[in-house]
């Protein structure tokens, strides 16, 4: 069996979604986030997984966290982070953010029904080319240190690192983050019943013409 992971954070205004802003508010933006994060938790509730796992930077757990095991993230860079919880967790495990509030379970069938044959790790490639989803059979944080993190080549890099450790790797679902106000009007019109896409339709619907 596998354990998911989802790093998050709390939705304040000026620290969750700020990339909305503008044309939303800070306030509108952590509106945003906050249904994002409604969505993940309900995706990693529902999932297949043996283990839930909510690796938080916040000091009280939110809604929707009963039943996950809540870790605190570590002080450093995302690299030093996700690092920490890969080191963490002993057994199978996939992690993935609250930026794609559209997940279905489709997305994750494998490795969260069953473990390919033929794979050390997974990854489903974000078209920023970042990563929404990172797995490994058997978790070892240094394969996250010292990779770059939210830059357009974040996934090249840690296909390398991957690749560098004799791993084999198998690729996801390549899916679309919500980090600008373009992306979020993508995912929305394509996945019109999540939260996220009524949080942000009502959002988008009251910005001046």
Request: charged share 25%.
């Amino acid at each position: 069996m596998t354990a998911l992971i989802l790093i998050a954070k709390p939705p304040l205004p000026g620290r969750a979604k700020t990339r909305l802003h503008p044309p939303l508010t800070l306030e509108e933006a952590a509106d945003v986030a906050a249904a994002c994060l409604a969505d993940s938790l309900e995706f990693a509730r529902d999932s297949p997984a043996s283990r839930r796992i909510l690796l938080w930077d916040g000091d009280e757990a939110p809604a929707g966290s009963q039943g996950f095991d809540v870790i605190r993230q570590v002080e450093g860079t995302l690299d030093v982070r996700l690092g920490a919880v890969f080191d963490a967790v002993d057994e199978p495990c996939v992690l993935i953010g609250m930026d794609t509030p559209q997940l279905q379970p489709a997305h994750l069938a494998m490795p969260l029904d069953f473990w390919p044959d033929d794979a050390d790790a997974v990854m489903g490639p974000a078209n920023d080319g970042g990563w929404w989803s990172l797995g490994f059979r058997e978790p070892n944080g240094d394969l996250l240190r010292g990779v770059p993190m939210s830059q357009d080549d974040t996934a090249l890099h840690q296909r390398r690192r991957i690749e560098a450790a004799g791993l084999r790797l198998h690729e996801l679902a390549t899916l679309t983050d919500v980090d600008t106000y373009d992306t979020a009007i993508e995912v929305a019109e394509a996945n019109p019943l999540t939260r996220f896409a009524a949080t942000f339709r009502y959002l988008d619907s009251r910005l001046p013409l």
